[in-house]
């Protein structure tokens, strides 16, 4: 049977104009009662039917889009999108959750459908499948991620600020050998804290070229081959990768928290001691640094502002559309705790 105005009233215990309101998006409801009678007319196929009413639909809908892989990896984008979802829910809006595969990726129904005001995309994606989601002539904002094509406005963190940050805090506590162990291509901001690192060592350390400072990140640094380990809880894979590093340094600066805390525990396995054989530090600032033995000292990262910003941005956009683009970046902060002691003279 043909879905009616009528029964979607029904279902909430609401007056038929309550319904005409909500689907026309005109006031005299509130919010809530408006979105609760959006997703009914969704479900039940009334919108289909409706064309005229997708364009309501969509002012309170943000598609929400991460790819699928971080979904084992919470810690930190969690608290990104905790920041979307309380501050499009501040202003009106829902945000629906899209998970992606960059190597197989198809535009989501809901964008191509035009029920969504625009698009968060939390964390790396291609360039080429940015491209497929701006065929759409839908706005976007970019969180932890930048395009190298396509002029779109991102929120990131000061990634390189805050590597070079903890560098120039290591070498004033007497490290000389700081190696980064972080893999290069899982993301722009492990790019980004990696040229944090080396723009300090050519700063600080006193490496008068290019060369030499190349072969001693070289000598000192492992750059691939841990985030799938350390995604899937390998140890025995990181504890091998250790184990073909030649040099060991004093102390490494870690791409990420997760990735800072696999390595302790491959670290300790293989018997070393934190922070008196080897100190390490992260990035990031996830709850579990306090957890640990020993605590970890890293860079705070305000996760849920970064959220809270693309939000707000959208929103921006939305209603500038010719306006310049813009990239913000998120200032960060050290945390000194635990698990960086005093190098050995």
């Not at 009914?40 to 919108?47: C, D, H, I, K, R």
């Not at 290591?170 to 980004?192: A, D, H, P, Q, V």
């Not at 504890?239 to 390595?263: G, Q, W, Y």
Request: aromatic share 8%.
């Amino acid at each position: 049977m043909k879905v009616t105005m009528k029964d979607i009233a029904h279902i909430h215990g609401i007056s038929v104009n309550a319904v005409s309101l909500a689907l026309n998006n005109k006031p005299g409801i509130s919010d809530e009662t408006r979105i609760k009678i959006l997703r009914t007319a969704e479900e039940l196929g009334y919108l289909e039917t409706k064309e005229k009413f997708y364009r309501t639909f969509s002012r309170t809908n943000i598609c929400v889009m991460m790819h699928k892989r971080y979904s084992v990896d919470m810690d930190f984008y969690g608290k990104v999108l905790l920041g979307v979802v309380e501050e499009a829910k501040k202003n009106g809006y829902d945000a629906l959750m899209n998970f992606f595969d960059d190597d197989d990726f198809e535009v989501p129904t809901i964008i191509m459908q035009r029920r969504v005001s625009g698009v968060i995309v939390i964390g790396k994606i291609k360039d080429k499948n940015i491209e497929k989601i701006c065929r759409m002539h839908t706005q976007i904002v970019l969180v932890d991620h930048a395009s190298m094509v396509e002029n779109i406005d991102s929120i990131i963190t000061d990634n390189k600020h805050g590597s070079y940050m903890l560098v120039k805090y290591l070498l004033e506590k007497g490290f000389t050998k700081i190696g980064f162990y972080g893999e290069l291509s899982y993301s722009l901001s492990i790019k980004e804290r990696y040229l944090g690192y080396r723009e300090a060592l050519s700063t600080f350390l006193g490496v008068s070229s290019w060369e030499q400072r190349d072969s001693y990140i070289d000598k000192y640094s492992i750059l691939e081959g841990m985030e799938e380990a350390v995604l899937s809880n390998n140890n025995k894979e990181i504890v091998e990768l250790i184990k073909r590093h030649e040099t060991m340094p004093e102390v490494f600066v870690c791409s990420n928290d997760r990735v800072a805390i696999s390595l302790m525990v491959a670290l300790q396995i293989l018997g070393y001691k934190i922070p008196e054989d080897i100190s390490i530090v992260g990035f990031d600032n996830i709850d579990i640094c306090e957890k640990i033995c020993p605590k970890l000292t890293t860079v705070n990262v305000n996760k849920e502002l970064m959220g809270k910003r693309a939000v707000q941005r959208l929103i921006y956009r939305l209603s500038h559309r010719n306006s310049l683009t813009e990239n913000v970046a998120i200032s960060v902060e050290m945390v000194e705790r635990e698990s960086v002691g005093k190098p050995e003279r």
